[in-house]
C-alpha cells in the first residue's frame, strides 16, 4: 500500500506561482511512475503532468508547470507558474508502481493522494 499526502496549495493571484509537493511512503519510491491530475468544479479528472521514464505534460499546462522528482525524499512536485484562472482545480497526486503504458490515463494509477486546493484569482 502506498500513501501519498500532498501539499502547497493556496490561493493566488492570476500570473503567480505555487509549487505542490506529494510525499509517497514506500521504499521502492523511484521506480514509482508519478502523475499530477486536476478536477475543477463539475468537470471530469484531467491529466497534468507526469514522470517515469520521461515527462510529459497536457498541452494545457506545457511550458507553464514543471514536474520533478526527489527521490531521496519520496516525493515528486509540481512548480505552477503564469497561473491562470482556468487552473483553478483541486490536484491530486496520483502514482503506480509499475510504469504503465497510458500516462495520462487516471486508470492506470493505483494510488491517490487526498487532494489540494488551488485557486487562482483573475
Known amino acids: 500500500q502506498v500513501q501519498l499526502v500532498e501539499s502547497g496549495g493556496g490561493l493566488v493571484q492570476a500570473g503567480g506561482s505555487l509549487r505542490l509537493s506529494c510525499t509517497a511512503s514506500g521504499r521502492t519510491f523511484s521506480n514509482y511512475a508519478m502523475a499530477w491530475f486536476r478536477r475543477a468544479p463539475g468537470m471530469e479528472r484531467k491529466f497534468v503532468a507526469a514522470?517515469?521514464?520521461?515527462?510529459y505534460y497536457s498541452d494545457s499546462v506545457k511550458g507553464r508547470f514543471a514536474i520533478s522528482r526527489d527521490n531521496a525524499k519520496n516525493t515528486v512536485y509540481l512548480q505552477m507558474n503564469s497561473l491562470k484562472p482556468e487552473d483553478t482545480a483541486a490536484y491530486y497526486c496520483a502514482a503506480v508502481t509499475s510504469p504503465p503504458n497510458a500516462l495520462g490515463s487516471p486508470s492506470s494509477y493505483d494510488y491517490w493522494g487526498q487532494g489540494t486546493q488551488v485557486t487562482v484569482s483573475s
Open positions: 514522470i517515469s521514464r520521461s515527462i
